[in-house]
């Protein structure tokens, strides 16, 4: 299984980003999908998640900022983040759930400037 991260970068607050995960090596749509984020000298925290029937759940200090989304025909999901504030900085890392087996992709760092 390959989870390939994609899409962050340098960023003013207020901007906006879009983050992508493109799977390979697994059956895409059975999958729950997911983002997580570790800021420096930080745990690991959830994100947000979209289930295999789409169903969405988001941590309280994204939530009407982010967006998740998955397209299952090109086996990527993404994240849609507005309205970014500097402490939204951090590496954000796509998951995969399914079966009792999590997969990680490789981190991708969004830096927010204020």
């Known amino acids: 299984v390959q989870l390939q991260a994609s899409g962050g970068g340098l960023v003013q607050a207020g901007g906006s980003l879009r983050l992508s995960c493109a799977a390979s090596?697994?059956?895409?749509?059975?999958?729950?999908m997911g983002w997580y984020r570790q800021a420096p000298g930080k745990q690991r925290d959830m994100v947000a998640h979209i289930t295999s029937d789409y169903s969405t759940m988001y941590a309280d200090s994204v939530k009407g900022r982010f967006t998740i989304s998955r397209d299952n025909a090109k086996n990527t999901v993404y994240l849609q983040m507005n309205s970014l504030k500097p402490e939204d900085t951090a590496v954000y890392y796509c998951?995969?759930?399914?079966?009792?087996?999590?997969?990680w992709g490789q981190g991708t760092l969004v830096t927010v400037s204020s």
């Open positions: 998951y995969s759930y399914y079966g009792g087996r999590n997969y």
């Open positions: 090596g697994l059956i895409f749509s059975r999958n729950r």
